[in-house]
């Protein structure tokens, strides 16, 4: 596992800054922005997103080596909310959308472990990272019938994935109590909610996610069904990707103890 750097500290962790590109330690958009290109080029092949096995990572020359930063994700949410097609999309490899009338839903049958590499470029820094993000996909039914299946998952974990779908309120109610859950030391929480272009079949409002923010001093993700190509998928990724990477290398640099934690004091 590599070693991950430590670079200058941040003024603030408060999850209030978070849409504040200012308050990134990193430049968000950078993948796709002109500096970005040669690595985002080591991600496509033949112009489509390259999928890597448990032993590749993209091929970079000599003078462009980065830095490998590996973490591990679990989602965590109802069967059904789109743990599987929110990761294919995260991976370039989206599958067909179902829709409030018509959903297309396979329950997961066990754990299903896909890698997305993503670099990323601190502030401050003189060169880029690659953080290679293993998610880890569980289906409910094989959660509750396999009972080694959550510790493996949440072995050596590095961040959790809460997820709810905007089409269906159970799965927004049910936040509080897996939060409260799934809470620990050291460990980065996302909440996300899928289905967001869905608007006409919403069962969970905007005024609903406002709250939640406010009541857990956090900001919900959202994920919908992505566009078209290679291009397209990448752009609609990118942010959520990106959010991901800031949140990782926040918690780690606080760990390091050169940036504040959410209190506004150094870590102890």
């Not at 690595?39 to 080596?65: H, I, K, T």
């Not at 009972?147 to 049910?174: G, I, M």
């Not at 996302?190 to 939640?212: C, F, I, N, Q």
Request: charged share 25%.
């Amino acid at each position: 596992m590599a070693e991950r750097d430590s670079q200058d500290p941040q003024d603030s962790q408060d999850p209030r800054h978070s849409q504040d590109p200012r308050h990134s330690p990193l430049e968000r958009g950078w993948l796709l922005s002109p500096p970005g290109r040669p690595y985002l080029e080591s991600l496509l092949q033949r112009n489509r997103r390259r999928v890597f096995g448990l032993l590749e990572r993209p091929a970079l020359p000599p003078p462009l080596a980065v830095p490998t930063l590996p973490y591990k994700l679990f989602l965590v949410g109802r069967s059904g909310v789109g743990k599987s097609t929110l990761v294919a999309a995260l991976a370039g490899t989206p599958r067909t959308p179902g829709t409030a009338a018509t959903p297309a839903h396979h329950e997961t049958l066990g754990i299903e472990a896909t890698t997305v590499f993503w670099p990323a470029q601190p502030r401050g820094s003189a060169r880029p990272v690659l953080f290679q993000l293993h998610f880890w996909d569980c289906g409910d039914g094989a959660l509750r019938k396999f009972e080694h299946l959550l510790p493996a998952c949440r072995e050596e974990l590095d961040a959790v994935l809460v997820l709810f779908s905007f089409t269906d309120r159970a799965s927004f109610e049910e936040l509080p109590a897996q939060l409260s859950r799934l809470s620990g030391q050291g460990l980065v929480t996302v909440v996300m909610g899928t289905k967001s272009d869905l608007s006409p079949h919403a069962a969970v409002t905007e005024r609903d996610v406002r709250a939640l923010e406010a009541a857990r001093g956090l900001r919900v993700l959202r994920a919908g069904a992505a566009p078209g190509g290679a291009r397209a998928g990448l752009e609609r990724a990118a942010p959520i990707l990106d959010s991901l990477a800031e949140q990782l290398w926040k918690r780690d640099q606080v760990a390091a103890g050169v940036a504040r934690g959410e209190e506004g004091t150094p870590p102890s």
